[in-house]
Nanobody, 127 residues
């Protein structure tokens, strides 16, 4: 049973940086699609960045060039480095995982509704 625990959220001024971490309960990077998602009050959850099993990454247009998703296999940890933060980045950030169906690439799993394993979330506030 895979479990995810996020950490690293908090408050930061616009233009600042922050790193989020997602600790997985086991080694899942070679078999699961993983991603960072966010949900602002009154808005639908959206994908921020997704990493495939081969390490390739996909970013939403709103964070491309500012956010970087990465993983440390030895620590079973997924990271989200956020730079040049803007007030519109304020949201609850979630780490998500899904075991893809055979033959289906992680590119298919950019919609949050296709993920079935979630962490508890960590709040990021940019002012």
């Amino acid at each position: 049973h895979v479990q995810l625990v996020e950490s690293g959220g908090g408050s930061v001024q616009a233009g600042g940086s922050m790193t989020l971490s997602c600790q997985a309960s086991g080694y899942i990077f070679s078999t699961y699609c993983l991603g960072w998602f966010r949900q602002a009050p009154g808005k639908e959850r959206e994908a921020v960045a997704v990493v495939a099993r081969d390490g390739s990454t996909t970013y939403s247009d709103s964070v491309k060039g500012r956010f970087t998703i990465s993983q440390d296999n030895a620590k079973n940890t997924l990271y989200l480095q956020m730079d040049s933060l803007k007030p519109e980045d304020t949201a609850m950030y979630y780490c998500g995982a899904v075991l893809p169906r055979p033959g289906i690439p992680c590119d298919y799993y950019t919609d949050y509704r296709r993920y079935n394993i979630w962490g508890q979330g960590t709040q990021v506030t940019v002012s």
